[in-house]
């Protein structure tokens, strides 16, 4: 069983349009998060959430809205696509918020914006 | 989260030992040090963490030194799956904010 998945694994669009991404853990963690990885490979966090609240939002442009509609689900919407935009896209969760819980991550959403 | 420091690139030869060191000469006395990987095309996945003892897992050893201020992760047979690049990331004990903070990480190549 796939402890973090995702879907889709592969995304292109036009810009302008609007899109989701879907997160799933079976795990039974409190917390998930959102990673976003640019064409650097650089990795930085976009949004946490624990028990369907928002604990963590970046500097995020608000076209970016996560949702959580229970806390087995991160969805992350985005709307107005910009270039920028593409990026692969990496859901994680933890068993709580604490520092010492390991993160498990999916394994991504490569989006590209045309 | 203080910063850390690692070697762009390493390279190793298979079922040879691979020692990937990190340094955090700011390291607070309540850091915990924390190492995840990524495999190519693959989510970045955890591979153990330490305070000030060294620790052994089934995938690693972590070598802590005395000062806290440097650390090294151990592959103790490097395998070609081992090829990825490798975070050395520093985390406070119960801040509550749990993101990791990625640095640029160590890319290993493994050769067969």
């Known amino acids: 069983d796939t402890a973090v998945s995702q879907t889709p694994k592969y995304l292109v669009t036009q810009m302008g349009n609007d899109k989701s991404i879907k997160c799933e853990q079976n795990l039974g963690h409190d917390t998930m998060y959102w990673y976003k990885q640019d064409s650097k490979k650089f990795l930085k966090i976009m949004f946490s959430y624990n028990n369907k609240e928002l604990i963590i939002n970046e500097t995020v442009p608000n076209r970016f809205s996560p949702k959580s509609p229970d806390k087995a689900h991160l969805n992350l919407h985005i709307n107005s696509l910009e270039l920028g935009d593409s990026a692969v896209y990496f859901c994680?969760?933890?068993?709580?918020?604490?520092?010492?819980?390991?993160?498990?991550f999916g394994p991504g959403t490569r989006l590209t914006v045309t | 989260d203080a910063k850390t420091t690692q070697p762009n690139s390493m390279e190793s030869n298979e079922e040879e030992p691979v020692h990937l060191p990190c340094n955090h000469s700011?390291?607070?006395?309540?850091?915990?040090i924390h190492w995840y990987r990524q495999l190519p095309s693959q989510g970045p996945e955890y591979v153990i963490h330490?305070?000030?003892s060294n620790v052994n897992n089934r995938m690693a050893s972590l070598a802590i030194a005395e000062d806290r201020k440097s650390s090294t992760l151990i592959l103790h047979r490097a395998t070609l799956r081992d090829a990825a690049v490798y975070y050395c990331i520093l985390r406070a004990v119960n801040s509550g904010n749990t993101p990791l903070v990625f640095g640029k990480g160590t890319r290993l190549s493994v050769i067969a």
């Open positions: 994680a969760s933890s068993q709580d918020r604490w520092t010492n819980n390991e993160q498990y």
């Open positions: 330490g305070l000030t």
């Open positions: 700011t390291i607070s006395g309540t850091d915990y």
